[in-house]
C-alpha cells in the first residue's frame, strides 16, 4: 500500500543548513509536498515538486527528487530560529487525490 | 492566494454531544474537500473526501455513521461528530482543491476538538 516515511527528529545549528529525508513507496505519486506544521497550528505548504522533476528551488528551499529510490529530501539553507517545527513529507497522485502524509519530522535549532 | 477557513478553531464539549465544524473555501470553489484527522504528535489521517452535492467516500475504518459530512455547496463542506466521546478528541484538518487555477490543495488552519 502507500506509505511515506521520514526521521521523526532533527536537531541542527543556527544557521547551518538542514537535510530533511522522505521516502515513498507509491509508483503512482506525482505530486511530492513538502509541508510545515508550527505548535498548534495548521499546515503550511513549503514547496511541491512534480514526479518528473529532480530538483525544485525556492529561496532558501532545495527540494531534490531521486525517483528511481523514491527518496525526496528538502534542504533548508542558513536555517533560523523560525524554521523550528514539523516538516511533514506527502504525496498524492493528483491535485484532487487524497494526500499521504509521513509521520512529520520535527526540526529543532539549537544555537 | 487560496484560503481555507474553519469554525470553530477550538471546541470543549461534554460527552455524548454533537459537534459541527465547517471547512470554507474563501475565494475558489471546491468541488472535492478533504477531512484529516491528526492525533497528538502524529501524522495526518485522512478520514473523508467530501464531494459537492453527492455522498462522501470514507477511508477504512472511519465510521460514517459518527462523522457525518455534507458538502452542500462549493464553498463549504461540514464533519459532525455525534455522540462525541473523548477519544474523539483530535486536531481535524480539511482541505480544498481549486481547479480552475492551481495544482494542489489547500489545507484550513484546523480545528481543536476536546471532548470532556
Known amino acids: 500500500g502507500e506509505d511515506v516515511e521520514q526521521s521523526l527528529f532533527l536537531s541542527v545549528r543556527e544557521g547551518d543548513s538542514s537535510v530533511i529525508n522522505c521516502t515513498y513507496t507509491d509508483s503512482s505519486s506525482t505530486y511530492l509536498y513538502w509541508y510545515k506544521q508550527e505548535p498548534g497550528a495548521g499546515l503550511q505548504l513549503l514547496t511541491y515538486?512534480?514526479?518528473?522533476?529532480d530538483m525544485k528551488q525556492d529561496q532558501r528551499l532545495t527540494v531534490l527528487l531521486n525517483k528511481k529510490d523514491k527518496h525526496l529530501s528538502l534542504r533548508i539553507a542558513d536555517t533560523q530560529t523560525g524554521d523550528s517545527a514539523i516538516y511533514f513529507c506527502a504525496e498524492s497522485e493528483s491535485s484532487a487525490s487524497k494526500i499521504i502524509f509521513g509521520s512529520g519530522t520535527r526540526l529543532s535549532i539549537r544555537p | 492566494g487560496a484560503v481555507v477557513s474553519q469554525h470553530p478553531s477550538r471546541v470543549i464539549c461534554k460527552s455524548g454531544t454533537s459537534v459541527k465544524i465547517e471547512c470554507r473555501s474563501l475565494?475558489?470553489?471546491?468541488?472535492?474537500m478533504f477531512w484529516y484527522r491528526q492525533f497528538p504528535k502524529k501524522s495526518l489521517m485522512l478520514m473523508a473526501t467530501?464531494?459537492?452535492?453527492?455522498?462522501?467516500?470514507?477511508e477504512q475504518g472511519v465510521e460514517k455513521d459518527k462523522f457525518l459530512i455534507n458538502h452542500a455547496s462549493l464553498t463549504l463542506s461540514t464533519l459532525t461528530v455525534t455522540s462525541a466521546h473523548p477519544e474523539d478528541s483530535s486536531f481535524y484538518i480539511c482541505?480544498?482543491?481549486?481547479?480552475?487555477?492551481?495544482?494542489?490543495?489547500?489545507f484550513g488552519p484546523g480545528t481543536r476538538l476536546t471532548v470532556l
Open positions: 467530501s464531494n459537492e452535492g453527492s455522498k462522501a467516500t470514507y
Open positions: 515538486i512534480f514526479s518528473n522533476m
Open positions: 475565494d475558489f470553489q471546491a468541488t472535492t
Open positions: 482541505s480544498a482543491s481549486d481547479y480552475a487555477s492551481t495544482d494542489t490543495q489547500y
